[in-house]
């Protein structure tokens, strides 16, 4: 889809890091923006600050673990502006047991976790897809995964970003093979300046308390912190942001904006498995 000026985007999880930054680039484009996250607050500074630089846009407040919420989304976008030419299903989610082994995470951050990042994503799919094939227009759908995605752990996190990278390579086929003018893109971002270590401020009480981080393993504080370091070193959203644009006008699946060490890990993986060998340990962090 080359042309962008004058389409609507939809994008969950606006109100900060990949989204908030996915959203003013698209703004930038001349698109027309349906933001959405379930931080009420945030989310209206994000639409106010689009409205402020001529955008069209608007703030619809939804929680992707509901697909009564999502369905609402769609309903919402499409009341609006009457089509959507680009779905980005961005909103997810972290919490520390990302850093411990699968049978030590609790059960309800499992719940959450792929609940957000994987559901949150499906119930997106199912919102819109129908809609967008039935308008008949150009269309991408751009799901945010990571390279943990493309990589492997045993946690909550590793789990859900896998599922959402199969997911979107099903949808890529399933365009193609009904000859629609949709299509989809895979996101893998690799370190980026995110607040996702933070992310357990929008818990729902249903799964319990944010992590007590005093009752936390030392091992599993010193990895916290290795992981705070890369974070604050990372990408800037915004390359991120340029990347999926990018992609849509090229009709490119994976968009990996990650280190070069990142990038060598998972050709590793690759070749782990082209030449069915043992899976490489990751260097230690």
């Not at 705070?228 to 991120?240: D, H, K, Q, Y």
């Amino acid at each position: 889809m080359k042309e962008l000026k004058g389409r609507v985007a939809v994008v969950t999880g606006a109100a900060s890091g990949i989204g908030l930054a996915m959203a003013h680039r698209f703004a930038d484009e001349g698109m027309k923006v349906v933001l959405s996250d379930i931080e009420i607050g945030p989310l209206r500074e994000v639409e106010q600050a689009l409205r402020a630089k001529g955008a069209d846009a608007i703030a619809v407040h939804a929680d992707v673990m509901s697909q009564a919420d999502v369905q609402k989304l769609a309903d919402a976008a499409y009341t609006a502006f009457e089509k959507v030419h680009v779905l980005c299903n961005n909103a997810g989610v972290a919490t520390p047991t990302s850093l411990r082994a699968a049978w030590e995470a609790p059960h309800s951050d499992w719940e959450w976790v792929m609940g957000v990042n994987f559901m949150g994503v499906l119930y997106g799919i199912r919102a819109f897809v129908p809609r967008m094939l039935a308008g008949g227009d150009e269309g991408h759908i751009v799901n945010t995964a990571s390279v943990a995605g493309l990589l492997t752990s045993g946690n909550p996190y590793g789990a859900s970003k896998h599922a959402v990278v199969c997911l979107t390579e099903g949808i890529y086929k399933d365009f193609r093979k009904m000859g629609a003018k949709l299509s989809a893109s895979a996101l893998c971002p690799g370190w980026i300046r995110t607040r996702i270590q933070e992310a357990e401020r929008n818990r729902p009480a249903r799964f319990g308390p944010p992590t007590d981080r005093t009752k936390l393993a030392p091992d599993v504080l010193k990895l916290g912190e290795a992981f705070r370091n890369f974070i604050n070193a990372g990408l800037e959203p915004s390359e991120v942001a340029n990347d999926v644009v990018d992609a849509i006008r090229e009709d490119r699946f994976y968009v990996v904006p990650a280190q070069p060490w990142i990038v060598d890990m998972i050709q590793t993986r690759l070749q782990d498995i082209t030449q069915q060998r043992n899976p490489t340990l990751p260097p230690p962090m």
